[in-house]
């Protein structure tokens, strides 16, 4: 789950509310002071493991060999202009991204603002590909509140298609649309 199942946890406690979720990152100190003032106060986080995510297509599908900077270069809301500025995103194709990508419009499927996967695939995918630019890595060490924005605010113009957190629900529309890709928990 990640920020959905950590808002359900700290609703308050009884029959109505789970009693253990599971999330893809730390508890912020903000749910905590939620859950406390909803009444659950036995907080324990337990680390179980590490997240991983894996970009899926239609089986039928051409299979694409993505890097971490071509999922940032197609899905960033602004991409470097090569002059130490950020330009909003041009690419419209894999191809736009990456010249041995097929010309293919962007379509990536993934999950709401509300879920840890999204939060994981921000920090594992989107920040992993802006790091492969040195002129963004610096801005880490100047002012990192920039760098995450820069790094992990996703587009808005449909590249990018929030399709929830239902894996059966996002399969279906895979198989129906042959040519997008989808952000998953790995393992499922």
């Known amino acids: 789950m990640g920020g959905g199942g950590l808002k359900l946890f700290c609703a308050g406690v009884g029959p109505d509310t789970p009693d253990i979720t599971n999330a893809s990152r730390r508890i912020k100190a903000s749910e ?8 659950e106060t036995g907080i324990t986080e337990v680390k179980i493991g590490y997240d991983g995510i894996a970009i899926a297509n239609a089986i039928n599908a051409p299979q694409m ?37 097929p010309a293919v419009k962007i379509e990536v499927m993934g999950p709401p ?29 100047i002012d990192k509140a920039a760098f995450k924005a820069e790094c992990m605010t996703l587009r808005e113009d449909g590249a990018y298609i929030e399709a929830g957190e239902n894996d059966n629900l996002i399969v279906q529309k895979l198989v129906a649309n042959l040519t997008a890709n989808r952000w998953r928990p790995f393992p499922p």
């Open 65 to 101: 060999h993505l890097t971490l900077r071509d999922i940032f270069l197609a899905l960033a809301k602004n991409v470097p202009d090569g002059n130490g500025g950020f330009v909003p995103n041009p690419n419209v194709t894999w191809a736009d991204v990456n010249p041995d990508l």
């Open 113 to 141: 603002p509300t879920s840890g996967t999204r939060d994981a695939s921000a920090e594992l995918a989107m920040e992993g590909g802006c790091k492969t630019f040195p002129e963004i890595e610096a801005l880490k060490a």
């Open 32 to 39: 905590v002071a939620r859950c406390v003032e909803n009444g």
